[in-house]
C-alpha cells in the first residue's frame, strides 16, 4: 500500500502480519464508538478513502461494521498494514487541533491494545515498534495509560466518570480530588441530602444523637453498629485527607505519584461498592 503503515526508528514502511482478529475488533470498539470521543460514520468513511477502502461492510453497528472491513481486507491483501494506515490516519494530530482531548482519549484507549501486539501511537499518530506486552497490567504500564491498569484494578466506574479528563491528562492532583467528590456526590444522590464533609456524613450515617437513615448493614448487633461507625470514620478520612486539601491548595509543588494515586482509587472503589448495597430508610 502507498499509505505508510508504521515507523521504525525512520525506516520505511514494510509489510505486517495481520493483526489478530480480537486486536481489530478491540481497536474498532475504541475508534468507532457510539459517544465521544468515537469516529462518526462520515468520519469512518472518509478515512477508509484515504487507505484505499472505497466501501464499508454491512455490520450492526459502525463498530462493527468497520471491525469486518478492516479485518476483511487484511486477510485479502494477507498483512496488517491497512488496519495499521488506518490508525494513523485516524489519530493524526492535525484531525484534532480544536479538540486536543479528544485524540488524547483516544490514545489513552489504544495504547494498552497495540502493546500487547507490540506497539505503540508515535506522536505523528503512525505505529511504531517497541517492546510487545504480555499481561494487561504490562499492556497499562507501557502504554502509559492510567485508566487501563485502574480498570484492570476494577476500579468502580463511578470513581472514573468523575474525573475521566483527568486521568488522560494525567493530572494526578485533581484526578484524586474529582474522584473524592464522587463519594460525598453519591451519598446525597441516595439520601436526598444538600450537606457535605463530616455535616454529611453525622445526619445521614448517623451520630451520637441521631440513628442512621443510609446503613451499610443490618445495623442490629453490636458489631453491625461498629462496622457502620468504622465507614464513616473512613468517608470522614477521605473528605479531610484527599478532597479538602486539593480545595484550597493548587497542584503547583504537588508530589503525588501513580502509586498514591492506585491507593486511593482501591479505597475510593471500596467505599463505592459498600454504598451500591447500602439500604436508605424511607
Avoid at 480498570?151 to 463511578?158: E, I, K, T
Wanted: hydrophobic share 40%.
Amino acid at each position: 500500500m502507498a499509505d505508510l503503515a508504521w515507523k521504525n526508528g525512520g525506516m520505511a514502511a514494510k509489510k505486517i502480519d495481520v493483526f489478530p482478529m480480537t486486536c481489530t475488533q478491540a481497536v474498532c470498539d475504541v475508534l468507532a464508538q457510539t459517544n465521544w470521543p468515537g469516529l462518526t460514520n462520515s468520519e469512518i468513511d472518509h478515512l477508509l478513502t484515504m487507505v484505499n477502502v472505497q466501501s464499508r461492510e454491512d455490520g450492526a453497528n459502525k463498530r462493527d461494521s468497520l471491525y469486518r472491513t478492516l479485518n476483511n481486507v487484511q486477510v485479502r491483501q494477507q498483512c496488517g498494514n491497512v488496519l495499521a494506515a488506518f490508525i494513523a490516519r485516524a489519530m493524526d494530530p492535525t484531525r484534532y487541533t480544536g479538540d486536543p482531548q479528544r485524540r488524547a482519549a483516544l490514545a489513552d484507549a489504544l495504547g494498552p491494545i497495540l502493546a500487547l501486539q507490540g506497539f505503540h501511537l508515535g506522536d505523528d499518530g503512525h505505529l511504531v515498534r517497541g517492546p510487545q506486552a504480555k499481561s494487561l497490567s504490562e499492556a497499562a504500564k507501557l502504554s502509559g495509560s492510567l485508566r487501563a491498569e485502574l480498570v484492570r484494578r476494577n476500579a468502580h466506574s463511578r470513581v472514573l466518570e468523575f474525573c475521566s479528563e483527568e486521568l488522560i491528562a494525567k493530572s494526578l492532583f485533581h484526578a484524586m480530588s474529582e474522584a473524592a467528590k464522587s463519594i460525598p456526590a453519591q451519598v446525597r444522590k441516595l439520601t436526598g441530602s444538600t450537606l457535605d464533609g463530616a455535616e454529611l456524613y453525622d445526619e445521614v450515617l448517623g451520630s451520637g444523637t441521631k440513628p442512621p437513615v443510609l446503613m451499610i448493614n443490618d445495623y442490629v448487633s453490636q458489631s453491625d453498629i461498629s462496622e457502620q461507625k468504622g465507614f464513616k470514620q473512613i468517608l470522614v478520612g477521605i473528605h479531610g485527607h484527599y478532597r479538602n486539601p486539593r480545595a484550597h491548595t493548587t497542584r503547583l509543588g504537588a508530589v503525588e505519584s501513580e502509586q498514591d494515586l492506585l491507593d486511593a482509587f482501591s479505597l475510593f472503589s471500596y467505599v463505592h461498592r459498600r454504598l451500591d448495597q447500602a439500604t436508605v430508610k424511607p
